[in-house]
């Protein structure tokens, strides 16, 4: 199966700063990532889908690049609502795997 | 609007079975891939099963195999999971999820349900 390796675990930043949030497969998934926030409590909900789409309704400060093994989202100025724990996830093939998640905390 | 609703989930003890429900409304059920996702307590998300808009085609986790049957019934716009010999480590929240694009599969997921509860303890 293919790992997808999230860095870094925890990244501690403040509302209004810049959050850059790794997601590197194990081998090529071709633009097939996607990217997921979990608040506690709730189900994710999708950001980003086949690396670079947001999905409907998500912010323009959420942007995603890269292609084949590494992936980047990129939230452009935390807001508030922002701290979360974010996965990326492969559909290239089955099964489809999550990373480990990167938990973007309030400094 | 999209609903999702799992529902079957409880205490179990380990070799026991249960089946899980999600009751989908809001969209046209038939024509959407649908999957099953866990997380256990404190962990990341893993993916379980996947099952194709009719049926036809059905993939699940290595760990899950031959114990888990995801299955649907398009005219009760339901999904289930049966899962049987239950071990500790299948302790997680289960969570129904939608393909986002209509008769594909292997697409991402845009709608989640709240998720139900497992826990597998003697």
């Known amino acids: 199966e293919i790992v997808l390796t999230q860095s870094p675990a925890t990244l501690s930043l403040s509302p209004g700063e810049r959050a850059t949030l790794s997601c590197r497969a194990s081998?090529?998934?071709?633009?097939?990532l996607g990217w997921y926030q979990q608040k506690p409590g709730q189900a994710p909900r999708l950001l980003i889908y086949d690396a670079s789409n947001r999905a409907t309704g998500i912010p323009a400060r959420f942007s995603g690049s890269g292609s084949g093994t590494d992936f980047t989202l990129t939230i452009s100025s935390l807001e508030p609502e922002d701290f979360a724990v974010y996965y990326c996830?492969?559909?290239?093939?089955?099964?489809?795997?999550f990373g480990q998640g990167t938990k973007v905390e309030i400094k | 609007q999209v609903q999702l609703v799992e529902s079957g989930g409880g205490v179990v003890q380990p070799g026991g079975s249960l089946r899980l429900s999600c009751a989908a409304s809001?969209?046209?059920?038939?024509?959407?891939?649908m999957h099953w996702v866990r997380q256990a307590p404190g962990k990341g998300l893993e993916w379980v099963a996947f099952i194709r808009y009719d049926g036809s085609n059905k993939y699940y986790q290595d760990s899950v195999k031959g114990r888990f049957t995801i299955s649907r019934d398009n005219s009760k716009n339901t999904l289930y999971l049966q899962m049987n010999s239950l071990r500790a480590e299948d302790t997680a929240i289960y969570y129904c999820?939608?393909?986002?694009?209509?008769?594909?599969?292997?697409?991402?997921?845009?709608?989640w349900g709240q998720g139900t509860l497992v826990t597998v303890s003697s």
């Open positions: 999820a939608k393909d986002r694009i209509a008769l594909r599969w292997g697409e991402f997921f845009d709608y």
């Open positions: 996830q492969h559909r290239i093939t089955w099964p489809q795997t």
């Open positions: 081998q090529s998934v071709s633009s097939y």
């Open positions: 809001g969209f046209t059920f038939s024509s959407y891939g």
